[in-house]
């Protein structure tokens, strides 16, 4: 999705209610959220008059491993983005019939997460296609709520860079809260991390969100949905 950074939340009638209608080429609107700044928790109370939410939830997001994909009750998500002067917020809702995480570290992409594209520059070399100087993708993993069998099995919720892959998320924070039918999870990244010194009205941001499915026992995800309904990859053109 290309974004603008916004000062006063998008209008009743336009974003808000045009979700389903919007593309990932379009630009939209990123609310910017007031004081208080969202608690992090998982509980997704500070979100409910946040407009903008994306809906992942149709067959043809599921731009990999689609084949698997059988219904929103099989995997299904609303994911909202918004800023603050310091920090850059994700929050999301996930309907995950069989949640499974057995991984922590850099191997949380194995397991079920969510992945955070943002390119902070789209304006520089806009005809590069690979992810360089700008750009970055973020693991976000919900842990697995104590159920490792074990003290030592239990993963807590965990942000990850993967890429650049040496990047340090000093600052960031990430909460997951489990529901009956998957689980909450909240993450502010700070925008000094990602390069950004002074986020602003009407700059320019570039980003994608896609959940992961990992049902099987084979340590690597089976499927995803994203927003775009572009077929997945890893590059600037999303």
């Known amino acids: 999705a290309v974004v603008g950074l916004a000062k006063e939340p998008p209008a009743t009638g336009s ?3 045009s979700v389903a209608r919007v593309t990932h080429t379009e630009p939209r609107a990123l609310p910017l959220v007031p004081d208080p700044p969202p608690a992090v928790d998982g509980q997704l109370e500070d979100w409910a008059h946040v407009p903008g939410v994306m809906l992942l939830n149709r067959a043809e997001q599921a731009t990999w491993g689609g084949d698997g994909w059988k219904s929103a009750a099989d995997l299904s998500a ?3 983005v918004a800023w603050r002067p310091d920090m850059l917020y994700l929050a999301a809702e996930v309907t995950d019939d069989q949640l499974r995480q057995t991984e922590a570290g850099g191997d949380v992409h194995k397991g079920d997460h969510i992945q955070f594209l943002l390119d902070v520059a789209p304006d520089k070399e806009p005809t590069r296609g690979h992810f360089g100087a700008g750009q970055f993708q973020l693991a976000l993993s919900p842990g697995n709520f104590g159920r490792g069998g074990a ?3 239990d993963l807590r919720p965990e942000i990850r ?3 650049p892959a040496a990047l340090a998320l000093k600052g960031a924070v990430i909460a997951a809260q489990p529901t009956g039918r998957g689980y909450r999870l909240e993450a502010g990244i700070p925008w000094s ?7 602003a009205v009407g700059v320019p941001v570039k980003f994608e969100v896609a959940v992961f499915d990992a049902d099987g026992t084979e340590g690597r995800p089976e499927k995803l949905l994203s927003f775009s309904t572009m077929q997945w990859s890893t590059d600037r053109a999303r």
């Not at 991390?193 to 986020?199: A, C, D, F, T, Y």
């Open 78 to 80: 609303k994911v909202w």
């Open 15 to 17: 974003f808000a209610d």
């Open 193 to 199: 991390l990602l390069g950004v010194k002074r986020p």
């Open 161 to 163: 860079c993967l890429r």
């Open 151 to 153: 003290p030592q099995a």
